[in-house]
């Protein structure tokens, strides 16, 4: 199965050009998005045209989305809303959890933490594909080349249940790939020059990475 992985598309149209043009290349079977869809108020354009694309799109939301955009992807015949919910499709297994609040040097998915990903252990196996919006801390989530700004709970969370793969963006500093242990951590974000992360993912393989660059693509093998 191949995923088109992104995240921080902020509502642009640049963004969703590139992602309308990297499907017509991959032809991925579909699109995570790691949140930070749209703007604050500008948020109608983007559903609609995520909605509209020929494949399946997957998110969860980040600290620029209206947590009533879950609402609206619940009505959507083509927006699945992953936030505490688990997804499936050619046998994967896909679960998110939505929300970022930014603190100083550091990020929290919530207030009450815990509790939400209380409710997602259920779901959790080493064959999932978590989706979360920040970066566990200490793992790509650097930022002013000094400081560690990503999830304290959401490594924890990681270095207990072990999911093959976690998708994620916010920092978009440090987009690439690392590990924690056996999982592979994926920063999508899109910026200037990092456009997301085209996955390969297989029940006899670990995910195979290609990260996609403006200026042609850069191949990562998900190995450790």
Not at 28 to 33: H, S, T, W
Not at 76 to 103: A, D, P, Q, R
Not at 160 to 169: A, D, F, R
Request: charged share 25%.
């Amino acid at each position: 199965m191949l995923i088109y992985a992104v995240a921080d598309i902020h509502g642009k149209k640049s963004h969703l050009t590139t992602i309308r043009e990297n499907i017509d290349k991959y032809n991925p079977d579909l699109l995570v998005v790691a949140g930070d869809l749209a703007r604050r108020f500008r948020y109608r354009n983007i559903l609609k045209e995520l909605n509209n694309l020929k494949i399946p799109v997957a998110s969860i939301l980040g600290n620029t989305d209206w947590k009533f955009i879950h609402r609206i992807m619940d009505r959507e015949s083509n927006l699945i809303n992953l936030n505490l919910n688990n997804y499936t499709n050619k046998e994967f297994s896909f679960v998110g959890i939505s929300g970022t609040i930014t603190l100083p040097f550091k990020n929290i998915v919530c207030f009450n933490e815990k509790k939400r990903f209380d409710k997602i252990s259920e779901f959790m196996s080493k064959d999932t594909i978590l989706v979360a919006h920040p970066p566990p801390y200490g793992i790509l989530d650097m930022v002013f080349r000094k400081y560690h700004s990503g999830s304290r709970y959401l490594k924890k969370f990681i270095e207990e249940h072990q999911p093959q793969l976690v998708l994620c963006g916010h920092i978009h500093e440090q987009t690439g790939r690392a590990f924690i242990e056996q999982t592979l951590v994926v920063n999508c974000a899109m910026t200037k020059h990092s456009k997301g992360a085209m996955i390969k993912l297989g029940k006899d393989h670990m995910p195979k990475v290609e990260l996609v660059k403006s200026k042609g693509v850069k191949l990562l093998e998900g190995k450790l």
